[in-house]
């Protein structure tokens, strides 16, 4: 487990298994009403998805989910990052962005690829990831161009 100044702490999901909780983040999330609901539109975290990925949640002192992320080993990729609406912009996203680095490390990773969604880019960006390209939309699901980024220096 890592902790952080808050009092919470980053641990695999074998300590959170609920699943549920992880599926009612994304659809909560306040960053994909509008123009980018239809990319979440029924998405839900599966057991068998956690099982074939390194997931991991931040939790606050009292096991509030704060956040999570999934770390996709082969090919390498950063495949979702959520942090909750009322903890953002408390270093939340910041650890656990931190930890996924430190995971793609301990597995041998040199660079890992995020798609990101296009109003989180710069937060990636001053995480120390680099804009390598542009991912084309593919509707009807995604009618948008979404910047295509690499966290490669961190990871030396």
Do not use: C
Not at 96 to 105: F, K, N, P, T, V
């Amino acid at each position: 487990m890592q902790w952080f100044p808050t009092g919470g702490y980053v641990t695999g999901t074998h300590r959170f298994p609920n699943t549920e909780r992880l599926t009612a983040l994304i659809q909560e999330s306040g960053a994909y009403r509008g123009t980018y609901a239809s990319i979440i539109s029924g998405y839900r975290v599966t057991a068998d998805y956690i099982a074939r990925h390194r997931v991991f949640v931040a939790v606050d002192a009292d096991g509030r989910l704060l956040g999570f992320y999934a770390l996709v080993v082969e090919p390498p990729e950063l495949d979702l990052a959520f942090v909750a609406d009322d903890a953002q912009g408390r270093g939340v996203g910041r650890l656990l962005i931190e930890h996924m680095i430190g995971q793609a490390r301990e597995v041998g990773l040199t660079d890992v690829r995020v798609v990101s969604h296009p109003p989180a880019e710069e937060f990636y960006r001053h995480l120390g990831a680099e804009r390598v390209g542009t991912i084309a939309p593919s509707p009807p699901k995604v009618a948008w161009e979404r910047p295509e980024l690499r966290f490669r220096a961190a990871l030396r």
